[in-house]
Nanobody
Framework: QVQLVESGGGLVQAGGSLRLSCAASGRTFSYYRMGWFRQAPGKEREFVACIRWSGGSPFYSESVKGRFTISRDNAKDTVYLQMNSLKPEDTAVYYC?????????????WGQGTQVTVSS
């Protein structure tokens, strides 16, 4: 099994920044893409960003493009999400995910989530 553990969430004012981390443990696999989804109160879970296992071809939702940056470390077992110019509408639980398939916007493995709250 693969475990994904997110960290770095918290409370920040609008315009501020946060950096989320996702560390994998247990048996790991070289899935093609891994990244982040988020779920705001009363809303469905939505795709945020993903990156190939090699660290190439980052892909973002239009709502975060230009503000968020996804990256991986050299060991390919940790993914980061640098969030800048945060807006109140970014408030959500952010979930790390791996084996993301863009055709269906689904994933095989999920973390427990970390809360991001942006105040105005």
């Amino acid at each position: 099994q693969v475990q994904l553990v997110e960290s770095g969430g918290g409370l920040v004012q609008a315009g501020g920044s946060l950096r989320l981390s996702c560390a994998a443990s247990g048996r790991t696999f070289s899935y093609y893409r891994m990244g982040w989804f988020r779920q705001a109160p009363g809303k469905e879970r939505e795709f945020v960003a993903c990156i190939r296992w090699s660290g190439g071809s980052p892909f973002y939702s239009e709502s975060v493009k230009g503000r968020f940056t996804i990256s991986r470390d050299n060991a390919k077992d940790t993914v980061y999400l640098q969030m800048n110019s945060l807006k109140p509408e970014d408030t959500a639980v952010y979930y790390c995910a791996t084996d993301i398939r863009l055709t269906t916007m689904t994933a095989s493995y999920w973390g427990q989530g970390t809360q991001v709250t942006v105040s105005s």
